[in-house]
């Protein structure tokens, strides 16, 4: 019994090994916050409000200040990101119509080394005034 119990911990303690191995501690990843969250974050100086949806999008509402960057071009690593986006340490708000490729531009933006990422869904679920 003792020999099987000992069986069984080594099995877990390799398991165990292999996925921190492959999953490093430092590892990047976004976060998720509430728009009301993100609305307040906003007030404070040096921080992107990034609209990742399409033109079209944009124009028939936004948040005010928001940055126009289509998530097909973040998906490319078009140089239009660097562009943008700068630095890679700035603290970047990322938002979408409902929150689906908020979710996808934050992960590529933590992948190409962006720091400081954080998505806070749609503007479906704005609560707040909308540039139109």
Known sequence: ?????LLVLAAVLAISAVCFAQSPANAEV??????????ARMAEPGVIVLDVRMQQEYDAGHIANAVLLPLPLIEAGD????????DKDAEILVYCRSG??????????????YTNVLDFGGINDWPYEVVK
Request: proline share 5%; net charge positive.
């Open 100 to 113: 689906r490729r908020s979710a996808i531009a934050a992960n590529a933006l933590i992948n190409m080394g």
């Open 79 to 86: 140089a239009a990101v660097a562009k943008a986006l700068p």
């Open 1 to 5: 019994m003792k020999k099987m119990l």
């Open 30 to 39: 976004y976060q998720k916050i509430t728009p009301q969250q993100a609305k």
